[in-house]
């Protein structure tokens, strides 16, 4: 059974006070910065994508109180500043969502601190525009949208953060290109593309030109994604689910040859091949 409005709050609360807690009394809480908490906040928040990978409902909900820990850690920081709190950053993030959710709220909401009940005829009438029906268009007006806010970003790409890792930092660049008309019309076109940049690094490779052979690589790696997203894949689970089923794979070839008291080093490549297509064969994909 799941909690009522007044438990969630109830929980809300004590977490709260538990962190405030230990800010005061624990030495590990008393010491630490933004600066030292955030190697921590990237390795609570992979582990979660971890969990969430393999569908562990326990193991999400663990791993997002320990994201969530850490959300309100930063806010607690904030507020010793009198620079925020986490009241701040809840009222900042719902003027936000509803600002850039005109369809279904009135402006008006932007700052109130009272929801617009779901019976009231603005909120009603903002449902019933036809102007925004599906997350597509939700999607090209958000982009347009956070351009216009005071706070908001400054250009279509300067969203999207530097830090991101590689892949997923070419998919969200193509995708936000994409929420402004800048995309493919017809999705099939993308192969030739794809095509002409596997032309082009197999070219440099050839050519034994490390340099170019690696700009050449970036560029055909950026169209595989871009293909990717036109056809609705993401590329960084897609290879997740593969670096996950190579790891079981060889996690058997290994296992195997050790029961045939022959270690990986001392194998020929025919035997670990014969190895892992038995791997193949034996475990689900």
Not at 35 to 61: Q, V
Not at 76 to 105: M, W
Not at 174 to 194: E, T
Request: charged share 35%; with cysteine; glycine share 4%.
């Amino acid at each position: 059974m799941m909690h009522t409005r007044e438990e969630k709050l109830e929980a809300f609360g004590r977490l709260l006070d538990v962190l405030d807690q230990l800010r005061e009394k624990c030495p590990w809480d008393k010491k630490q910065t933004n600066e030292s908490l955030r190697p921590n906040t990237i390795e609570e928040t992979f582990e979660l994508c971890d969990a969430l990978m393999k569908n562990d409902t326990k193991g999400i909900s663990k791993e997002l109180g320990d994201v969530l820990m850490h959300v309100l850690f930063y806010a607690k920081i904030g507020s010793e500043t009198d620079d925020f709190d986490i009241a701040d950053v809840c009222n900042t993030q719902a003027d936000k969502l509803i600002f850039r959710h005109p369809h279904i709220y009135d402006p008006s909401q932007v700052g109130q601190k009272e929801p617009l009940p779901l019976d009231d005829p603005r909120f009603q009438e903002k449902v019933e525009r036809p102007d925004v029906k599906t997350a597509e268009q939700v999607l090209q007006n958000w982009e347009q949208i956070k351009l216009k806010e005071k706070d908001g970003n400054k250009s279509v790409l300067s969203g999207v953060p530097d830090a991101l890792p590689s892949l997923i930092k070419a998919y969200r660049i193509q995708d936000k290109a994409r929420n402004v008309g800048f995309d493919w019309q017809d999705r099939r076109d993308v192969w030739k593309k794809v095509r002409e940049e596997l032309d082009e690094l197999e070219v440099e490779l050839n050519k034994e030109d490390k340099e170019r052979s690696t700009n050449e690589l970036g560029d055909f790696l950026f169209s595989v994604i871009n293909a990717a997203r036109l056809y609705k894949l993401n590329p960084d689970n897609a290879l997740e689910r593969t670096n996950q089923k190579f790891i079981h794979r060889f996690n058997y070839v290994e296992e195997h040859s050790i029961k045939m008291g022959k270690p990986l080093t001392e194998m020929t490549l025919e035997e670990m091949d014969a190895l892992w297509e038995e791997a193949k064969r034996s475990l689900t994909p």
